[in-house]
């Protein structure tokens, strides 16, 4: 019963902590000419299965990417300087829980056994591609648990958009306007 309890903890603990948590990377072409990257137009996908997500999030999504760039400085245009294109999926993972049972070698010790836990994670990649070279220059991932499950999914995807976007920020500042 004891290992059936802690077993219990650590599944609520992960789910809480996977659907808080919000991890993110980025990269970005170092071989790009210095130069300011000022206006913006959002990438049109063709069709929501591509995009993998249900339609208020990508609206969601737009509403966020948008918002972050007007924040940096950045206006939308017609004849933009970037191109920001993102999309979203889903993975499914896994992990073994190890058995640590001290008391199992004792008289009415618990019963404990290794098992495989499985959990979805959300992932938001964002792109801004150079217009005038039609190459990207940077590339942003946040992982986190899926936006159809999240509790506040507003709240998570300005979260997950506001942490990639300031790594563009970073990147824009750092080594494309010196």
Request: charged share 30%; with cysteine; hydrophobic share 35%.
């Amino acid at each position: 019963m004891k290992n059936y309890c802690n077993s219990l903890i650590l599944l609520i603990l992960i789910a809480f902590l996977g659907s808080c948590s919000i991890n993110t990377w980025s990269d970005f072409d170092h071989t790009v000419e210095k130069g300011e990257y000022n206006t913006y137009k959002m990438f049109q996908h063709d069709s929501d299965l591509e995009f993998g997500t249900n339609p208020i999030n990508k609206i969601r999504i737009e509403n966020a990417v948008k918002s972050g760039l007007k924040s940096i400085g950045l206006s939308p245009s017609d004849s933009p300087d970037l191109l920001v294109k993102y999309f979203v999926k889903l993975d499914r993972k896994e992990f073994i829980e190890r058995c640590n049972d001290t008391y199992e070698n004792y008289e009415g010790g618990g019963y404990c056994i290794d098992r495989v836990v499985h959990y979805e994670q959300g992932t938001l990649v964002l792109d801004m591609i150079d217009v005038a070279d039609n190459r990207i220059i940077f590339h942003g991932v946040a992982e986190g648990a899926p936006l159809d499950k999240a509790s506040d999914p507003d709240k998570k995807i300005n979260r997950m958009v506001n942490k990639l976007v300031a790594d563009f920020e970073k990147y824009r500042n750092e080594y494309l306007m010196n």
